[in-house]
């Protein structure tokens, strides 16, 4: 029973100095403001915040692609 005790009194201590350690963290350290810049690719621009699946275009507005036709010969 007497190390049952020791233990927990010492993990208490030891909880204790977390806790104090964590009380002098927010009352002694300052954070910095910066400023911070995002790129936003322009793929997700022209295609309203929705990403392009492979194979299609990027531009919502583009006219379907097609195969130019040979003229038969006579």
């Known amino acids: 029973m007497p ?3 020791r233990l927990i009194i010492s993990l208490l201590f030891l909880a204790g ?3 104090a350690g964590m009380i002098a ?3 002694f350290v ?6 911070v810049t995002i790129r936003i ?4 621009l022209l295609n309203g915040g929705q990403r392009a699946l492979p194979g299609t275009e990027t531009t ?5 692609v097609v195969p130019p036709v040979e003229p038969a010969a006579p």
Do not use: F, G
């Open 60 to 64: 919502p507005d583009a006219a379907p």
């Open 17 to 19: 100095l977390v806790y």
């Open 30 to 35: 300052e954070p910095t403001p910066k400023q």
């Open 3 to 5: 190390t049952l005790i």
């Open 25 to 27: 963290l927010v009352s």
């Open 41 to 44: 690719p322009a793929a997700e």
